[in-house]
């Protein structure tokens, strides 16, 4: 690589080591809830769950225990080791009457409703609490952009179905915020237009990720386009803008190994958002 280029990928190389950002994963976006009571799930435990959902590929963002299952008159389904722990505080007495309860961890395991039948829905609160909403110049974008290319949107966990032409995504009231929403659709999006029919950076009949390097460029591919798409729809707010940095930076040592392909990757992201724009 010559000494113009190299400076270029050490600017970027320093720039994506400052700061502590937090890796950035499209499976976090949607909300997952206590199908009884309602209530969204926090910290390690929201994590889990939504690693978990994203790994599984539930299409529900409900869950609950054994025992709620069964007083709501339902049961489980192929569920035996589908189970996921999830944690808890505990107050225990103290042995002394002159010290304050004591708090242990404690946990518990819940069950995806994909894995529950015999409960009436309308009899529980099934309200998602997501706080996304439609942002006009971004959706009148994605949905010129599909329209033109016939491309299919079906609901799920995040993801571009290369064999079926097909980007899956949760619905709005699954999601958090709107520009986590459109930051992920963006990305998945980007994906689409490396189809072989469309700018060619993929075969949906072979193995799309023939090595690690492929996949990592692919991914930087459609995390840069989805990065400016956003920007040009106004939806990347400080948060979004922070989780792209973020899902970059985690690609520093394919940066450091590939720097070419980096470069690359960089120069097909902009092809990809001129392509979703105008085709």
Request: net charge negative.
């Amino acid at each position: 690589m010559n000494k113009s280029m190299q400076k270029v990928v050490d600017t970027i190389q320093a720039h994506m080591q400052e700061g502590e950002l937090i890796w950035h994963n499209p499976c976090t976006i949607q909300t997952h809830s206590n199908l009884i009571t309602g209530k969204p799930y926090t910290g390690i435990n929201a994590f889990v769950l939504a690693m978990v959902a994203w790994g599984e590929g539930y299409e529900s963002p409900y869950w609950a225990t054994f025992s709620q299952v069964k007083k709501a008159g339902g049961k489980l389904d192929n569920a035996k080791g589908k189970g996921i722990p999830i944690l808890f505080y505990k107050e225990l007495p103290s042995e002394d009457d002159d010290r304050e309860p004591r708090s242990v961890v404690r946990h518990s395991f819940i069950f995806n409703l994909d894995h529950v039948t015999g409960i009436d829905l309308g009899s529980v609160n099934t309200d998602r609490g997501g706080q996304a909403t439609i942002a006009h110049d971004a959706d009148a974008l994605a949905s010129a952009y599909l329209a033109r290319e016939n491309i299919r949107v079906c609901h799920g966990s995040p993801a571009y179905v290369p064999a079926l032409d097909t980007i899956r995504m949760p619905h709005l009231d699954e999601v958090t915020s709107t520009d986590e929403f459109y930051s992920c659709y963006f990305h998945e999006l980007a994906h689409s237009s490396g189809a072989e029919k469309r700018l060619g950076r993929f075969d949906a009949s072979a193995d799309r990720f023939e090595s690690k390097a492929a996949y990592s460029q692919e991914e930087l591919v459609a995390e840069i386009t989805a990065a400016m798409l956003c920007h040009d729809c106004g939806v990347d707010s400080e948060a979004s803008i922070k989780n792209s940095a973020a899902y970059v930076q985690g690609w520093t040592r394919f940066l450091r190994d590939q720097s070419e392909a980096f470069v690359t990757a960089v120069s097909q992201a902009y092809r990809a958002r001129a392509f979703i724009w105008r085709g």
